[in-house]
Structure formats: structure tokens, C-alpha cells
């Protein structure tokens, strides 16, 4: 079993910047991709920021020269920072562990971004 814990979240104002976290534990599992979601009130969830086995990475447009997802294998851990957020980042944000059978998810950790 894999569990995952989202930490970070916290109301900034906008402009500001923030960085969450993404605690890993349990069975090692071979994982394809670690990943960030969010959703907002009222819309659906939309991957933001993904990190590949290999260390490749990609991000939605929305996110793109703000956002940025790394990891620390040491620490069973992946990041997502955020920067010159707006009140439109406000969502739950979730983490995800994705392999090829199945994906993992955390609890998620609320970001608010004030105008």
C-alpha cells in the first residue's frame, strides 16, 4: 500500500508564492509518474505539473513559467512550486502516484489565493 501526504497549502495573496508537498510511504511500487491536480469549486480536476520516472516534466498551460515539479528520491517526496499565483490557482491540490495498474492519491491540501 502506497500513501500519499499532501502538505503546503495556505491562503497568499496574489503575486505570492507557495510550495507544496508530497510525503510518500508504504510499498515501494514501481511509479511511472508523480503528478499534481487540482480542482476548483465548481470545475473539474485538471492535472497541473507531472514528473516522470526519467525526471521529464510537463505542465499545463496555465501553469508553464510559474509552476515547477521536482523530487527528492531521498525523501520519498515531490514538490510543486508555485509562483505568481492568482486568485484562479485557488483549488484543492492532490497529488497523485501513477503507475501502470492504478494511481495513488492524497488527501490534497487547499490553496487560496487572495485578490
Known amino acids: 500500500q502506497v500513501q500519499l501526504v499532501e502538505s503546503g497549502g495556505d491562503l497568499v495573496q496574489a503575486g505570492g508564492s507557495l510550495r507544496l508537498s508530497c510525503a510518500a510511504s508504504g510499498r515501494i511500487f514501481i511509479i511511472d509518474a508523480m503528478n499534481w491536480y487540482r480542482q476548483a469549486p465548481g470545475k473539474q480536476r485538471e492535472l497541473v505539473a507531472s514528473i516522470s520516472s526519467g525526471g521529464t516534466t510537463s505542465y499545463a498551460d496555465s501553469a508553464k513559467g510559474r509552476f515547477t515539479i521536482s523530487r527528492d528520491n531521498a525523501k520519498n517526496t515531490v514538490y510543486l512550486q508555485m509562483s505568481s499565483l492568482k486568485p484562479e490557482d485557488t483549488a484543492v491540490y492532490s497529488c497523485?502516484?501513477?503507475?501502470?495498474?492504478?494511481?495513488?492519491w492524497g488527501q490534497g491540501t487547499q490553496v487560496t489565493v487572495s485578490s
Open positions: 497523485a502516484a501513477q503507475t501502470i495498474m492504478t494511481t495513488y
